[in-house]
């Protein structure tokens, strides 16, 4: 095993652990909760495991590979991976106690409208989808690429979806005046 796949697996797990940790640190409890929603967290980590899995077999099949140089690309997927899990974890601690990995809203909620969240609604989401193109860039295939991203904002949406109805729901016409400042997920896209 070369030291870049040894550097992927070690980043990799690193990153695994930090969101078990992450979900049993946000686990909140019901009393704490003025409403939420449970179900879109399995069928978000079900799209990311089938994204990985179909990504590692175009890996495999290498039907489309993408024409950069091996050591250049995995510095490049490694940036990639790396500056997507920061933004991830910045908007996470910026929310602090609000953060959760299940879509609810807490008693007392506050809307947060600065750090990453001055220019996008979920920069979490936004963290995950960099990062997970960093890793379809490191698997060297095109189809791996756009699996690891494509299903994964697919599967976001959907979420994002279900939260600002929330947001909404709680906050109102701030959240409103909020939305129509911000990107929703990719800054100049969408």
Not at 48 to 75: E, G, H, N, T
Request: proline share 3%; net charge positive; glycine share 6%.
């Amino acid at each position: 095993m070369t030291s870049v796949r040894i550097l992927w697996l070690l980043i990799g797990l690193s990153w695994v652990i930090a969101e078990i940790r992450l979900i049993r640190k946000t686990a909140t409890e019901d009393k704490d909760v003025a409403h939420g929603e449970n179900q879109s967290q399995r069928w978000l980590w079900l799209s990311v495991v089938v994204s990985v899995c179909l990504a590692m077999v175009f890996k495999a099949l290498a039907w489309l590979p993408i024409r950069i140089d091996y050591m250049p690309r995995q510095w490049l997927a490694l940036l990639l991976f790396s500056i997507g899990l920061s933004l991830r974890y910045w908007a996470v601690l910026k929310l602090g106690r609000f953060f959760s990995t299940h879509v609810l809203i807490q008693n007392k909620h506050q809307l947060i409208t600065d750090g990453p969240y001055r220019w996008i609604r979920h920069p979490a989401y936004t963290g995950l989808l960099i990062a997970f193109a960093g890793a379809g860039l490191a698997m060297g295939d095109v189809f791996a690429l756009l699996l690891l991203t494509v299903l994964p904002f697919f599967a976001f949406k959907a979420r994002i979806s279900l939260e600002e109805k929330k947001l909404i729901k709680q906050f109102g016409r701030q959240y409103l005046d909020y939305l129509n400042k911000t990107y929703k997920l990719l800054p100049l896209l969408y």
